[in-house]
């Protein structure tokens, strides 16, 4: 039985790689950060299930922490490795760009540091981000693309990335970046912009509230599945020799049009009205305003497009994408119906 450890357990990703390492007949070990408040909604379905509970553990354990990271690699003695924590939204990078930069960029460094001392022959997966592209100077980006980030988050990520390919380079170690595009789920954070819009598609049709503000329409995205890119990040540990993969789907659309599809889907046709931060979306049935756009969730420094070249993912790890735009939309918006109780 292989054994892994995962940072960010109780994240969007982490909930749906744990899931897959348990279904693989892993003994999968989350580190988790102290709190108050219980966050583990995404993974209680893994601690109460007779069939997987025996194989799932937890250990308190923090990326700020070398000691605590140090700890659980010393009582855990995991085979592979996969580093997910971070502060994970680049919006409020840039209100937190000190704390984001210690935990998604020195945090990597801490845990790689930790794992050359005390199980320097783990496999070890980083989770870098298409916000290394940023400014990006082609479309697609692939993995030789140079890196422009447009962010703390951005950076932050890029000082993670090198310390990867740095400690594979100097020290030999089975490192791997996986450069994943966006990617989305029922799971994802309320405040990320895709799941702030189904949610909001949701509680408008239970008549809980009137419209959703959001930032910039026009920006694009390539965006994914995360229960299926948690697959490539597997088998990027699977291989003879590491690599670091660019993770996508090849397709682009812009906030704009995932904000159509949602209201869609709960069947609402948005028609769009005025300009820039004037720029309403009314339903065309009523003429009630459901979109807004506020400035306040403009940043600094904009990334307008993300596209990415996954075909070496394809060529050499067999990893392709099934589920495509307009099935990821409908996925979050039901799931999103359903818990506020509407029927369609």
């Not at 090198?162 to 970046?177: D, I, M, P, Q, S």
């Amino acid at each position: 039985m292989k054994r892994a450890l995962i940072t960010g357990v109780t994240g969007q990703d982490g909930s749906y790689l744990a899931e897959l390492l348990l279904d693989k007949d892993y003994e999968v070990h989350g580190i988790v950060r102290r709190s108050s408040t219980f966050n583990r909604q995404r993974i209680d379905h893994l601690r109460s299930d007779a069939a997987t509970r025996e194989r799932f553990h937890l250990h308190y354990g923090d990326l700020g922490d070398a000691e605590s990271l140090a700890s659980v690699l010393a009582e855990t003695k995991p085979e592979e490795v996969y580093n997910l924590a971070a502060q994970s939204h680049v919006g409020i990078s840039f209100s937190q760009p000190s704390y984001t930069g210690d935990v998604s960029g020195l945090g990597a460094m801490r845990l790689l540091e930790a794992v050359r001392r005390i199980v320097p022959e783990a496999r070890f997966y980083q989770a870098s981000s298409s916000e290394l592209f940023g400014k990006a100077v082609e479309t697609p980006q692939r993995e030789s693309t140079p890196f422009h980030p447009r962010s703390p988050y951005g950076v932050a990520k890029l000082y993670a990335f090198w310390a990867t390919v740095n400690y594979r380079e100097a020290y030999g170690l089975f490192t791997a970046n996986g450069i994943l595009f966006n990617h989305e789920s029922p799971r994802r954070g309320e405040n990320f912009v895709t799941r702030k819009i189904t949610q909001a598609v949701a509680e408008i049709a239970a008549g809980r509230r009137d419209s959703v503000a959001l930032g910039n329409l026009e920006a694009r995205r390539d965006w994914g599945y995360a229960g299926e890119f948690v697959r490539a990040m597997w088998l990027m540990l699977q291989r003879e020799t590491p690599e670091d993969y660019v993770i996508g789907t090849g397709e682009t659309h812009s906030v704009r049009e995932f904000a159509q599809l949602a209201f869609r889907e709960a069947g609402v046709e948005l028609v769009w009205d005025g300009e820039g931060e004037d720029e309403v979306g009314k339903d065309a049935a009523t003429g009630a305003v459901r979109v807004r756009v506020d400035s306040e969730y403009y940043r600094p420094s904009e990334v307008d497009l993300l596209l990415s070249d996954p075909s070496r993912a394809r060529d050499e790890l067999g990893w392709t994408p099934e589920v495509h735009f307009e099935q990821l939309v409908r996925m979050m918006v039901r799931s999103d119906l359903a818990a506020v109780g509407v029927v369609l």
